[in-house]
């Protein structure tokens, strides 16, 4: 799989389906129980209004790492990895983890922790509103860059007429920068 | 043979003496009555024939059944649906109300298929239910709480973000005869007064958390019909619209074919239809989607009011009967009050639908004179006017002045003044839901057949029957009307919901796949119609033995006799003649007698 590639959520997508938990816990688990999914949808209502799928980052230098008391967790080929040979199960990472997104339930002697399923990740397919994605690092942020540009306040606006339709350009001028 | 799908387990609580029992559930029990209302129909036949049908739904006897079904929390297309049954306040008949949300889901995690509950708490109490410890936690601190307020205490209490809550507000504390359970902020078991019955029992919440695996016969069987499914309604060139808009679409549709409800049904097209419908929504108030469990469709619209008087109003909400009955129906043609008026019914927990009947017929029946301004509290009420309606709405809830009479529904009112009989469209004394039956013999036929009074949850002929024309031969209508009544049950039972059939025509075989997978046991689509057919035998059994008889089978007043002043149906209503022969046929396709009684074969094997 492509180590540039990162999972990432767009939570004003989300509309708390939860589809995402059940495709997950599927294909790790082979059961129907979003209890044992690597990703949870998080609700809040009504102030503020969010619908949040949490889930694992794969952090360059992943703090669930860094308290594992026998190191088993490394990060390999971009997937932070719980080696479930040397886990001692003493839950650690689920403390350490600044997001809160490794996971216990009652049957599983492990922590359970999303693996980007080999770079094909179910959640992703699995989602109705395409609110979880996998997406080049370099284009993380892309879409609040273009916000923040269209919306940069020094523009200048003229208006004119194409085909009798009223239009606008905005532009900046140079030799007029503004501090 | 069914070989899962079930945990087979009843859990029966007492709240007068905190008994709480886990029973098992026969083999036979789970083939004959599949679950949701099914369960719920065969336990309440039980109840009630043990104490010879002498049950007041507001008293401690009563029976309160909580049913998901075998399909819900499952991974297939929309699973979050769950069923609330119980001898209805309102109707003083069988009654159920289903909600979708994840409250079914985390009960059925617990590792039950049924939860019945019978007795009153001394005080007013939650039941919680975590995996297999169930425990009566007295909350007097909830009294008068709204449901969101209420469901942030618990959560705040039990010390756990994790957990379902189905809460009642203040309405159903009081006993208001629509009064709703609510879940998730703003999914309500909205119909039949649940409610009312939880508020009976001094049981202000029921709280789940549940993290049991879900039984599924052949999972990765059922996972390759449910992705069939699921790339049929992904690629339906109107999935995006579905979740864009949900069902606030339908505000547009039942106005240009005139059935959009208008000031008590005076009329059927509103003259501002475009100030209360779904683009109004999404230009002005939409700030995120919301779905229901596993529900690819998110037909949740989450709105907030930004600016004016009713700016900072934030719910989820209004869909279509919402907005028709607390919009034109009531004349509201602004988008900002019907949502604070949604709000606020969601807030005291009262059923929008009801809510928007009676005081759309209070304020025909104070401009008719048959209510004077002095039985109005001195509050002057006309069409449109939101400050009088957001007074009312509370009053209900609250049973202050005439709100005491409206809490009673519709039969208080009419009780307390017998002109407004004209005024109220009613069955059985369940307020009819936002879709005109004037212009449609087979949705005036649903509305009088249907088990829990005048609701559409059991048969919406009304679009196919438009489309056909009204001419459209009799025997094809009470085909049409049977055939919904049967598989919209359905949906009930099993615990799935409808709309991904109904409104984006998902192929129904698909559930008989489901169903195969899911419990390891064959059986098609027509056998569990037959199933759901025999439910509706139960619940008319139940009714008949309840004093139903064919004259409650009716038709409004204003059905037969006061058509819509315009629009494309201006001037149509309902040949009572001609409904009377569709009832006779329709008893008759339905094998029961003359007067509606169901054989008595039928009846027997349901007494053995």
Known sequence: MNERFKLTVIPELCSGCRICELACAVAHFGVNNPKKAAVRVLVAYPHPVIRMPVICSQCRKPPCGDVCPVNAIHRVGGVVKIDRDLCISCFKCLEACPFGAIYAHSDCPQPIKCDLCGGDPECVKACPKEAIRMIPEQALGETRRLGNLLSYTHMKEIEYFEKGEKKVIRYTEVGKEEL | ?608
């Open chain 2, 1 to 608: 043979m069914i070989k899962s799908g079930y945990f087979k387990k009843h859990l029966r609580v007492d709240l007068s003496s905190g008994q709480a029992d886990w029973l098992d559930l026969s083999d036979s029990f789970i083939e004959e009555y599949v679950g949701g209302r099914g369960f719920g129909a065969r336990l309440l036949w039980d109840h009630l024939r043990e104490r010879d049908f002498k049950v007041d739904p507001r008293g401690p006897e009563n029976l309160l059944v909580v049913a998901p079904g075998p399909f819900t929390g499952l991974y297939l297309p929309s699973s979050g649906k769950n069923s609330f049954i119980s001898l209805s306040p309102a109707t003083g008949l069988y009654g159920d109300s289903s909600m979708g949300g994840t409250f079914g889901v985390e009960l059925r995690q617990t590792g039950i298929d049924l939860l019945s509950i019978t007795g009153r708490a001394e005080e007013l109490s939650i039941l919680f239910i975590d995996n297999e410890k169930t425990s009566i936690i007295p909350f007097p601190e909830l009294k008068g709480k709204s449901c969101l307020e209420a469901e942030g205490m618990i959560k705040k209490r039990l010390g756990s973000h994790a957990v379902s809550v189905a809460v009642i507000g203040p309405a159903g504390e009081n006993g208001v005869n629509f009064a709703c359970v609510n879940t998730d902020w703003s999914r309500n078991a909205g119909r039949t007064g649940i409610g009312a019955v939880m508020g009976s029992k001094n049981l202000k919440a029921i709280v789940a958390r549940g993290d049991r695996d879900l039984p599924v016969h052949d999972l990765s069987a059922l996972r390759a019909e449910a992705g069939q499914a699921d790339s049929y309604l992904r690629s339906h060139p109107y999935f995006r619209l579905w979740q864009r808009e949900g069902l606030m679409t339908v505000i547009d549709y039942a106005n240009s074919i005139g059935i959009l409800p208008t000031c008590n049904f005076k009329d059927s097209v509103f003259t501002h239809f475009e100030q209360i419908n779904s683009q109004v929504m999404l230009d002005g108030y939409k700030i995120a989607d919301s779905a229901c469990f596993a529900c690819p469709m998110c037909c949740g619209n989450i709105c907030l009011v930004k600016d004016g008087r009713h700016g900072g109003v934030v719910t989820e909400g209004p869909e279509y009967e919402s907005a028709a009955m607390l919009g034109s129906n009531l004349g509201v043609d602004n988008y900002a009050a019907i949502l604070a008026a949604n709000c606020l019914c969601d807030e005291l927990g009262i059923d929008t639908i009801s809510t928007g009947n009676l005081i759309g017929a209070v304020i025909e029946g104070y401009e008719n004179g048959i209510i004077t301004l002095d039985e109005l509290d001195g509050m002057e009420i006309t069409w449109g006017e939101e400050e009088s309606i957001l007074e009312l709405i509370r009053k209900i809830a609250h049973r202050e002045g005439i709100g005491d009479t409206l809490a009673g529904g519709a039969p208080a009112v009419i009780k307390r003044w017998p002109a407004m009989d004209e005024l109220i469209l009613q069955v059985k004394g369940l307020e009819q839901s936002a879709y005109d039956s004037r212009p449609a013999l087979s949705m005036a036929l649903a509305y009088a057949t249907s088990d829990i009074g005048a609701h559409h949850t059991r048969a919406w002929t009304i679009a196919r029957e438009m489309e056909e024309g009204r001419d459209w031969p009799l025997e094809k209508k009470i085909d049409l009307v049977i055939y919904h009544q049967t598989l919209r049950p359905l949906f009930d039972m099993l615990g799935a919901c409808r709309l991904p059939w109904i409104e984006l025509g998902l192929n129904e075989r698909h559930y008989e796949n489901f169903y195969r997978h899911v419990t390891g046991r064959e059986r098609t689509l027509e056998q569990l119609l037959e199933l759901s057919n025999r439910i509706y035998d139960l619940t008319r059994l139940i009714n008949t033995r309840l004093g139903t008889t064919r004259k409650d089978d009716s038709i409004p007043f204003k059905v037969h006799s006061r058509p819509a002043m315009t629009g494309p149906n201006a001037g149509k209503v309902i040949d009572p003649e001609e409904f009377d022969r569709a009832l006779s046929l329709y008893y008759k396709k339905r094998g029961w007698d003359d007067q509606g009684r169901v054989s008595p074969e039928t009846a027997a094997a349901f007494e053995a």
